[in-house]
Nanobody, 125 residues
Framework: QVQLVESGGGLVQAGGSLRLSCAAS????????MGWFRQAPEKEREFVAA????????YYADSAKGRFTISRDNAKNTVYLQMNSLKPEDTAVYYC??????????????????WGQGTQVTVSS
């Protein structure tokens, strides 16, 4: 069982930055694939970023490439999402997720087993 708690969301102007954190419980944190998703009002939850199995080459949605960076600190059981050059269309609730299996599709929400409660990110124009 893994419990995930996100933090770091807020209101920021377009072009600004935020760093989201996801603190995980459990001793086996470093064996899970970790990902970030987001959901805007009346839209489906969409993939943002995730680690590859090796943790060396992360995956990013096209909308996140060049602006967002996912990282993890296994000693702190924490995953981060650094978001730069934010746009109004980035406004959403951001969720971190943990996947027990290395075989799931990293971009599909239903591949993940555990979810945090989400943190709101609002980007004003």
């Amino acid at each position: 069982q893994v419990q995930l708690v996100e933090s770091g969301g807020g209101l920021v102007q377009a072009g600004g930055s935020l760093r989201l954190s996801c603190a995980a419980s459990g001793r086996t944190f470093n064996t899970y694939r970790m990902g970030w998703f987001r959901q805007a009002p009346e839209k489906e939850r969409e993939f943002v970023a995730a680690f590859s199995l090796s943790g060396i080459s992360p995956y990013y949605a096209d909308s996140a490439k060049g602006r967002f960076t996912i990282s993890r600190d296994n000693a702190k059981n924490t995953v981060y999402l650094q978001m730069n050059s934010l746009k109004p269309e980035d406004t959403a609730v951001y969720y971190c997720a943990a996947d027990k299996s290395p075989y799931g599709d990293y971009a599909r929400p239903d591949s993940y087993d555990y979810w945090g409660q989400g943190t709101q990110v609002t980007v004003s124009s």
